[in-house]
Structure formats: C-alpha cells, structure tokens
C-alpha cells in the first residue's frame, strides 16, 4: 500500500463546475500538506500549503486537512480552463528543520481539464 | 526571481551509456532533491542532498548516484542506463533548516530522458 494514494482521473468538468480533488494517506506523523499544481511540460509549483488539521482558502481554491481520518481536499470553485493541469498532492512529517529535511512524499496527481 | 534550471529538456541516450543530469539553482537554497515523475506513480525521490557533499538516499536510489561539489549545484548520474530509466526526471531546491517553518520546495522544468 502506497503511503499516499490519489485518484489519477482523468477528470474532465465544465467551466464554472466546483472541483474536488482528493488523496488519503496512512502515516499519522505527517502534518504538513501541500497541494502542487502542474502545467504541461512545466514543474509542479506550490498552490496551497497547510499545517495539521483545518482549513485554508486562497481565492478560488480551498485547501480541506482531515488528519483523524487521514484524508486531505482541495476544492476549486468556478473552474476556469486556466485551472487545467496536474494537481498533486504532498505530504511531510517534519519541517526542513527535522532529519529528513522537509522530505515530501507525493501522490499520483489527478490530471484535470476544464472545458469552455 | 526564484530559478531552478536543468540542463537539458529532452535527452535520447543507448542502454549501459553514462548519463549525466545537471541541476542549477540560483537561491542559495542548501537543500537540493531529484526525483522521477512516472504516470501513475507520481514524484518518487532519488536522492537528496542537505549541504555540498552531503547526500542521502530517496525511495529509489538503485541504479542512480549523485554529486554535489558546489552549493548550487546538483548532479544526477545514472552510471549505466537501462530502458526502465526512461522517464522524466525533476530537480527541486529549498532552504535550509530552520525548525519549525515550512520550506517551499522549487522545481526546474524537467528533463524527458528515453533510453533506447
């Protein structure tokens, strides 16, 4: 079993549709949680970060941390064909202050289209 | 404006040749990551490196070895490709340990290695 798991998609949705995208995970230690988002042919690049259990909402994205059942969410409202791209989600157990150096451990990322 | 750089973005090399990834970063970040990005697998790490000369194994570090002679620079080599090397291959760079804070980590665009 993977310690991260990620529906891939794809997910295809129209302009305007709210998104959810999803990942559960199985170590309790971790408590920091990303969310990175993918351009074709570009590296990941960080959309929303947080700490331990909560919310965070960021425009049009919110970022949902469920740590008892292990489960974090990142919504996205009003969809836009800009927003298509890679989402992936990020894990870490320490900050980079810890031994492993603020090592992440990724999910498969969800492929998403929004279409016009 | 934050910059990671790989050197090449498409690379086409012949099993058991020498391969050689090069990675600059120019933040002054001490922490520096290679991974390997495979549809649905997502981003497994490789190796990472917390201070020049320093390194340490990611989850799939078989087949792989690294070098950090410099601070903003970190190579990948793969000492004799095979074709299940093919795959494309991210460089990512963060700041160093400060406990207690989050470092972002900054990815380059990626190199597509195939190895035929």
């Known amino acids: 079993q993977k310690e991260v798991e990620q529906d891939p998609g794809p997910l295809s949705v129209p302009e305007g549709a709210i998104v959810s995208l999803n990942c559960t995970y199985s170590?309790?230690?971790?408590?920091?949680f990303m969310w990175y988002r993918q351009y074709s042919r570009k590296g990941p690049e960080l959309l929303m970060y947080?700490?331990?259990?909560g919310n965070k909402e960021d425009g049009r994205f919110t970022a949902q941390v469920d740590k008892s059942s292990k489960y974090i969410s990142l919504f996205i409202r009003d969809s836009q064909p800009s927003d298509s791209a890679t989402y992936l989600c990020?894990?870490?157990?320490?900050?980079?202050?810890?031994?492993?150096?603020?090592?992440?451990?990724f999910g498969q990322g969800t492929i998403l289209t929004v279409h016009p | 404006d934050v910059k990671v750089t790989q050197s090449s973005r498409y690379l086409v090399k012949r099993t058991g040749e020498k391969v050689f990834l090069e990675c600059v970063q120019d933040?002054?970040?001490?922490?520096m990551f290679w991974y390997r990005q495979d549809p649905g697998l997502g981003l497994r790490l490789i190796y990472f490196?917390?201070?020049?000369?320093?390194?340490e194994k990611g989850d799939i570090p078989e087949g792989y070895s690294v070098s950090r002679e410099k601070k903003e620079r970190f190579s990948l080599i793969l000492e004799s490709a095979s074709t299940n090397q093919t795959s494309m291959y991210l460089c990512?760079?963060?700041?160093?340990?400060?406990?207690?804070?989050?470092?972002?980590?900054?990815f380059g665009p990626g190199t597509r290695l195939t190895v035929l």
């Open positions: 990512a760079s963060s700041l160093g340990s400060f406990a207690g804070v989050y470092n972002e980590q900054f």
């Open positions: 170590n309790s230690a971790f408590q920091y």
């Open positions: 947080t700490y331990s259990s």
């Open positions: 990020a894990m870490s157990a320490t900050t980079a202050g810890g031994t492993s150096y603020g090592k992440l451990t």
């Open positions: 933040m002054d970040h001490e922490n």
């Open positions: 490196s917390y201070d020049v000369k320093m390194k």
